[in-house]
């Protein structure tokens, strides 16, 4: 059989070195031990160096760092016995930034029903992601997403639309026009025409939904089956 993972032990702790493998036989990760101490590297498909994480007693302890494809760092986070004491996010180019933390405080907020709050984190997030990463990337787009639905979730359906567009056309310049996160957000969209009595608005953009995430049947059949749903009512 294939070799998936190797791993050394001494008195029950990690010791020595251990390695995991992809299924075509390439490094996904490798590390050095001493008593369940010691330094793992994670690696992607093509050999690029993904994370580097220290451990002591076998837990995080320390510093884990992750990495671009390009070698630039993109996230540090500190560990204290296996629990996280402290973090940054950094853009390709080396610069901080605190978008992750606004983007996640505003699906926080969001999860939680608090409107108001979730829309002006997500605002926050637009406007981070627009600093750090640029107006027409694609973290600009997510937090265009989650602005719309926390607009949505108030009620305020024309500016909710309006963030959904602005997704939209990300989106589709950076990954195509038939690509999932498109046909996600025109379903959404065509939802928002719906709970205005827009119906006529809404038909295409079903239509237009369901014509991308019929080629994700296999891959992500709930969404499929929601949007077929959708069109039908």
């Known amino acids: 059989g294939q070799l998936m993972a190797e791993m050394n032990y001494e008195n029950g702790e990690w010791s020595g070195t251990s390695r995991e493998y992809y299924e075509n036989g390439k490094l996904m990760s490798e590390g050095e031990f001493k008593n369940g101490t010691g330094l793992e590297k994670r690696y992607d498909s093509s050999g690029h160096l993904q994370e580097e994480a220290a451990f002591r007693n076998q837990q995080l302890d320390g510093v884990m760092k992750g990495y671009y494809s390009d070698g630039y760092t993109r996230f540090e986070y500190i560990f204290k016995e296996g629990k996280i004491s402290g973090r940054k996010y950094f853009t390709p180019s080396g610069k901080e930034t605190s978008w992750k933390d606004l983007d996640f405080k505003a699906r926080q907020f969001l999860a ?20 750090s990463f640029g107006n027409e990337d694609l973290h600009t787009a997510f937090s265009f997403y989650v602005l719309a639905q926390s607009y949505a979730a108030k009620g305020d359906y024309k500016k909710a639309a309006d963030a959904y567009q602005k997704a939209v056309m990300i989106w589709k310049k950076q990954l195509g026009d038939s690509h ?48 077929y749903y959708n069109f039908a009512e």
């Not at 939680?112 to 600093?131: F, R």
Request: aromatic share 10%; glycine share 4%.
């Open 112 to 131: 939680n029903n608090k409107g108001k709050k979730a829309v002006q984190a997500a605002k926050d997030a637009v406007a981070e992601a627009q600093k």
């Open 180 to 227: 999932f996160y498109v046909g996600m957000a025109l379903n959404n969209l065509a939802e928002l025409y719906v709970q205005q009595g827009r119906y006529q608005d809404a038909a295409p953009l079903y239509q237009q939904s369901l014509s991308i995430v019929e080629k994700f049947l296999d891959s992500k059949p709930e969404y499929a089956a929601m949007s």
